[in-house]
């Protein structure tokens, strides 16, 4: 999905019937007097003081008129434009982020990746996730759709990435085993290549899984926020746990399967804290690097 910015049009030009409403979005926390929020279903985000927070259970459901009429409205503008033009707030039923409807002509370039969804669901519980949702959690990909999802993408000559992400991907580690042996065999009756990478939270590397990762040459993408002191403020299990200790065991055991015999998978560690810092922190000593 490809997304444009319409700016808010200057106050004068909007109807003063038009009713302001902030959207859904999830709150973070980066500081004592700090917050970051993240449109639901969409890109964009915005830091604000946490002192205006309190602003959006006010404004919302006020009309254009009202909130012009606002003995605020000069020091509230321009916040309130910010968060139109981040996909936070709608006014008329309009925000500033806005889908653009896929154009796809007979010239048009095949795709050169494909990530599927598998499910909605995670088994830990990170305070920030901007994916998760209580309709969402529950959703499966069948893999009826996946397998048409892999055929249509398939182009003579042509490698696809396919990737594999969730929720936690893992949890569906026999879907995507089956929909790995279905991709190289109708890639291969394509005459095309494909290569595949999943993203994890790391939780789950058993020895039959560094085994298959391995032998069909898997890139994984592992999510930590850092450290332990920085990643178990928020990466944490459904009880509230820190989810540290548990990924460097995992992943102990996949350096033991490494060393036992043969190419290991190419793992790549992230390392941002967003939540903690706002800035960017040297990442963990990556594994598995052949």
Same mark, same amino acid.
């Given at each position: ?41 969409? #890109? ?29 409205? #000069? ?16 006014? %008329? ?167 036992? %015999? ?23 000593? #990556?594994?598995?690097?052949?």
């Amino acid at each position: 999905m490809k997304y444009s910015i319409a700016p808010l049009p200057r106050w004068e030009e909007l109807d003063g019937d038009d009713r302001i409403n902030v959207a859904r979005h999830h709150r973070v926390s980066v500081s004592d007097d700090e917050v970051l929020l993240l449109p639901h279903g969409r #890109p964009g985000w915005i830091r604000l003081p946490a002192a205006l927070y309190p602003m959006l259970d006010a404004l919302d459901g006020t009309s254009v008129a009202a909130f012009t009429d606002w003995p605020g409205f #000069p020091d509230a503008a321009g916040t309130l434009r910010a968060l139109y033009d981040a996909g936070l707030v709608f006014i %008329g039923g309009r925000t500033g982020v806005r889908a653009m409807p896929a154009q796809r002509g007979d010239s048009a370039e095949p795709p050169t990746a494909l990530l599927l969804k598998l499910t909605g669901a995670c088994d830990i519980a990170c305070d920030y996730c901007y994916d998760y949702d209580s309709g969402r959690w529950p959703g499966r990909m069948t893999s009826e759709v996946a397998r048409r999802l892999i055929t249509e993408c398939l182009v003579p000559g042509r490698r696809l990435t396919l990737m594999f992400h969730g929720g936690e991907p893992m949890l569906r580690f026999g879907q995507v085993r089956e929909l790995v042996d279905f991709a190289r065999t109708r890639a291969a009756e394509a005459g095309a290549s494909v290569h595949f990478t999943i993203q994890t939270n790391g939780r789950h590397f058993s020895e039959p899984v560094i085994e298959f990762l391995r032998r069909h040459a898997f890139t994984v993408g592992v999510s930590l926020d850092g450290p332990q002191d920085i990643n178990d403020r928020h990466r944490v299990d459904h009880r509230g746990r820190g989810t540290f200790a548990r990924i460097r065991d995992a992943q102990a055991t996949g350096r033991r399967r490494t060393a036992s %015999g043969g190419r290991s998978p190419t793992s790549s560690v992230r390392g941002w804290a967003p939540c903690s810092t706002g800035t960017p922190i040297p990442p963990t000593s #990556p594994t598995w690097c052949s």
